[in-house]
C-alpha cells in the first residue's frame, strides 16, 4: 500500500463503508430500462459476481423507485438511487430502501428541496453523494468562472456542503467529475485540501472501452498513488461488467488493491523462443479470479528473468524449449516448455 492515505471520515452505504481506513469500493451503474426490474436484477447479480460493491440505479419517476425495491431484495451491494431535477425521486428512493442517495446541486433545485432529502436521508440512515458534475455546473458559477473549471466545481461543492452541514448532517461523500482528466485531476487535488468528506473519483463520459480506460486509468490512477479517493468509478461506454475488471486493475496497479493477482511480462524480443504473448494471456486469464495478492511475472528470457523479476512473488522465465520458475528471484526448479504453465499454477495455488 502507498506510505500516503488522506484522513477523512467514513460514511456508510449499506454494509459497506467509505473513507477512513476503508478500501477503495469499486461501483459501476445500470443501464437496464429501469422499469424492468428483471432486466436489472440479472444486470446487478451479473455486476456483483465480477466484484461490483457499490451499484446505481437511475430513477426518473416514481415508477422506477419500486425496482430499487427489487433490486436490494436480489443482490448484497448498497443500492445507491441517482436522482436529477426532481427532489421528491430521492423522498420515494429512500422509502423504496436505497442505501444512498446521489444528488447533482446543478439540478436538484433550491435550498429547501436538498433540505428536504437530507431530513427524510438523516431518518433513514441514508448517505449521501453530491454529485458535482462539470457538464451540468450551476450557471451563475458557468459565467462566473468562464466554465466548468476545477475552481467552479469546488465552489459548487462548498456551497452544497455547507448546506448539508449546517443542517448538522455529514454523512456524505464528493465527487467532482469532469470529462476532461486535467480537470477533474485538478478539481480533486482542490478538493481533498479543503474537505474532509470521502471523495468517489471518476472520470465522466470517459468514452469506450479503450479510450474510457486510458482516461480513466490516467485521472483516476494518479489520484489514487497520490493516496486521494476512496470510492471509484470507470464509466465506459460499454457493458457495465466491464467497468469492474477495468476498476480493480487501476486499483492494483495504483497500489491500493487488496485484493488479486498482478501479472507483469516482458514486452517480448528477438531473445524469446517461446510464444510468450499467448503464455502471459494465459495466465492472467487463469489467475483472473484469483484472491491472493501476489505478483506474478511471466518473462521471455534469462536477461528478463529472475533478475530483473526477481521483486515478483513468484515467476517464470522462459528458454528454448524450458522454463525456470522462480519464487523471490531465487530459482526453484526447470520444466519443459510444455509444463510452464500448469507447474506455474500449482505452484501458485500451493503458495
Not at 87 to 110: E, F, M, T, W
Not at 116 to 124: D, H, P, T, W, Y
Not at 268 to 288: D, F, K, M, P
Not at 334 to 351: D, G, M, Q, S, Y
Amino acid at each position: 500500500m502507498p506510505a500516503y492515505r488522506r484522513p477523512c471520515r467514513t460514511v456508510r452505504a449499506g454494509n459497506i463503508l467509505i473513507g477512513g481506513d476503508a478500501p477503495v469500493s469499486i461501483q459501476s451503474m445500470l443501464n437496464t430500462d429501469p422499469h424492468d426490474a428483471a432486466a436489472s436484477i440479472a444486470q446487478a447479480q451479473a455486476l456483483e459476481a465480477a466484484g461490483c460493491e457499490i451499484i446505481r440505479a437511475t430513477v426518473p419517476d416514481t415508477a422506477a423507485a419500486a425496482t430499487l425495491t427489487a433490486l436490494k431484495n436480489s443482490v448484497a451491494c448498497p443500492i445507491v438511487a441517482d436522482i436529477h431535477f426532481d427532489y421528491r425521486l430521492a423522498l420515494a428512493s429512500v422509502d423504496a430502501g436505497a442505501d444512498k442517495i446521489r444528488i447533482n446541486p446543478g439540478n436538484i433545485g433550491g435550498e429547501d428541496r436538498v433540505r428536504a432529502v437530507v431530513e427524510k436521508c438523516r431518518g433513514a440512515g441514508v448517505s449521501i453523494r453530491i454529485g458535482v458534475n462539470g457538464g451540468s455546473l450551476e450557471r451563475e458559477l458557468w459565467e462566473k468562472y468562464g466554465g466548468p473549471t476545477a475552481e467552479a466545481m469546488v465552489e459548487s461543492a462548498r456551497r452544497h456542503i455547507q448546506l448539508l452541514e449546517q443542517e448538522h448532517f455529514y454523512d456524505y461523500v464528493l465527487s467532482l467529475k469532469h470529462s476532461n482528466v486535467k480537470t477533474m485531476l485538478d478539481a480533486y487535488r482542490m478538493a481533498a485540501e479543503v474537505f474532509d468528506c470521502p471523495l468517489h473519483l471518476g472520470v465522466t463520459e470517459a468514452g469506450t472501452a479503450r479510450m474510457g480506460l486510458v482516461k480513466s486509468a490516467i485521472g483516476i490512477g494518479s489520484l489514487l498513488a497520490d493516496g486521494i479517493g476512496d470510492t471509484i468509478r470507470v464509466s465506459l461506454t460499454a457493458d457495465p461488467v466491464t467497468e469492474i475488471a477495468a476498476a480493480r486493475d487501476i486499483l492494483k496497479a495504483s497500489g491500493r488493491g487488496t485484493q488479486g493477482v498482478t501479472v507483469v511480462s516482458c514486452p517480448t524480443c528477438g531473445r524469446t523462443r517461446v510464444n510468450l504473448i499467448s503464455l502471459a494471456e494465459q495466465v492472467e486469464a487463469a489467475l483472473a479470479d484469483c484472491p491472493k495478492r501476489l505478483t506474478v511475472a511471466v518473462m521471455g528470457c534469462a536477461v528478463n528473468g529472475p533478475g530483473e523479476a526477481r521483486e515478483a512473488d513468484v515467476g517464470i522465465a522462459c528458454g528454448d524449449g524450458v522454463g525456470l520458475l522462480f519464487k523471490k528471484g531465487e530459482i526453484v526448479c526447470k520444466v519443459p516448455e510444455a509444463e510452464i504453465l500448469p507447474t506455474l499454477l500449482r505452484f501458485i495455488e500451493e503458495l
